[in-house]
């Protein structure tokens, strides 16, 4: 009888062992930036003032538009800036429907496909094809930096 319970307890805790190093396996590990990584960043956004009639829900639709402004940006404290507001982003599972008024590709150094972030009305973001949380201070960044209202 004792040794049925050795062997439950055993198997009791190579059982508890592996839950664990599955549970700290499978939680979503963060690739942060490094701004110096970075070598240009290329955004475009629509004015604040445009009415497009419709949910803008991709790039594509955005560089759609006659009216949609371009910059492409090397500036390092622009860059660093933007950087930390990204590594501050969290994923979200609130499905959204987007409606992106800014696009922004960062291009690293060497030369990997670029990082995306997207930034929409309804407090939407998502950054490489991943729903973020809302991250105010980001928004707030893009329109004093970039001067969405003109």
């Known amino acids: 009888m004792k040794k049925v319970f050795k062997i439950l307890n055993l198997n009791f805790k190579v059982l508890l062992i592996l839950l664990l190093i599955n549970l700290i396996g499978c939680k979503e590990k963060k690739l942060l930036l490094n701004c110096q990584d970075i070598k ?3 955004i ?3 004015p604040e003032n445009i009415n497009t009639f419709e949910p803008v829900n991709s790039p594509e639709k955005i560089a759609s ?3 949609t402004k371009y910059e492409l940006i090397i500036d390092s404290i622009f860059i660093c800036d933007l950087t ?4 501050k982003l969290k994923s979200s599972n609130i499905k959204s429907s987007h409606d992106f008024r800014i696009i922004c590709y960062l291009y690293l150094k060497n030369n990997t496909t670029p990082y995306k ?3 929409g009305d309804n407090n939407d973001i998502m950054y490489n094809e991943k729903q973020m949380k809302y991250n105010e201070e980001l928004v707030i960044f893009f329109k004093n930096s970039l001067n969405t209202d003109k």
């Open 44 to 46: 475009g956004y629509l």
């Open 65 to 67: 538009y006659d009216q």
């Open 117 to 119: 972030l997207y930034i």
């Open 84 to 87: 930390s507001y990204i590594n």
């Open 40 to 42: 240009m960043i290329k």
